[in-house]
């Protein structure tokens, strides 16, 4: 099992943001994290990647409990995360963006090789290498915000709403790319409002609903649950 979390809650000020949630992702998988505005997808998120305190609870990564650990030594680690909303710096190029993510290692020859990597996974990026990050389109900037998440070298890789804001051929695209991300021995845990597309590529899932996990199963079996169709597919 890559990573653990068990009975998490988190506060935001006084507000109970999660309630004692428990979820795993094993090595080589793509699990599915789907749920409305306000369930607390993000939110969770935040707690694995070091960027909210958690108020108690546990998260294990690699069999370490990594639950007070700092959020730049997560990503040492190995979880990296293209955040949701992109956070991609607007002045820097395209390739400084991607170097931002490799800033704590010291393999200069590994870090070439990852670089080569996202250029061959995003060949757009390749193309607008020299281009300032702010003036490339939605589309681009989740392409970046993701190889960016990449050049960590990540065990885990957190998505959080790639496809937000993205027309339909290019949200195809990115989920394609993810699996390819996931084929080549990544493994991935997506937030995802587009639950289609996310269970449809999931191995398991598990649904939130106002911080508490209410659903779990293969992606599979989310997809055909009338209860997630009804909700979050559209379906009655």
């Known amino acids: 099992m890559l990573l653990e979390i068990e009975n998490l809650t988190l506060l935001y000020g006084r507000i109970q943001a999660l309630h004692g949630i428990s979820l795993h992702v094993n090595e080589g998988e793509v699990v599915a994290l789907i749920g409305a505005n306000g369930a607390g997808k993000t939110t969770t998120m935040r707690a694995i990647s070091g960027l909210r305190p958690v108020a108690s609870g546990k998260i294990i990564f690699d069999g370490h409990d990594v639950t ?6 997560r990503v040492i680690r190995g979880i990296g995360q293209a955040p949701e909303g ?13 170097e931002m993510g490799a800033y704590s290692r010291r393999d200069r020859a590994g870090i070439a090789q990852d670089l080569a990597m996202v250029f061959d996974l995003f060949p757009r ?29 990540p065990k885990l890789l957190l998505l ?14 990115i989920f394609e790319i993810i699996t390819r991300i996931n084929e080549q021995g990544t493994t991935v845990l997506l937030v995802e409002q587009n639950a289609q597309q996310a269970l449809s590529r999931a191995h398991r899932g598990y649904v939130l609903e106002t911080g508490s996990i209410v659903k779990e199963g293969s992606g599979q079996e989310l997809l055909h649950d009338p209860a997630v169709k009804e909700a979050y597919l559209g379906v009655a």
């Not at 007070?68 to 030594?73: E, F, M, P, S």
């Not at 991609?88 to 963006?97: L, R, Y």
């Not at 990026?125 to 070298?153: D, F, N, P």
């Not at 959080?160 to 695209?173: C, K, T, V």
């Open 160 to 173: 959080d709403e790639p496809s937000m804001g993205l027309a339909p051929m290019l949200i195809q695209q």
């Open 125 to 153: 990026l390749r193309e607008r290498q020299r281009q300032a990050g702010g003036t490339l389109s939605g589309g681009e900037q989740q392409m970046l915000a993701v190889g960016r998440a990449m050049m960590t070298r």
């Open 86 to 98: 992109r956070g991609v710096f607007p002045g820097m190029t395209v390739q400084e963006n991607l």
């Open 68 to 73: 007070k650990v700092r959020a730049d030594l």
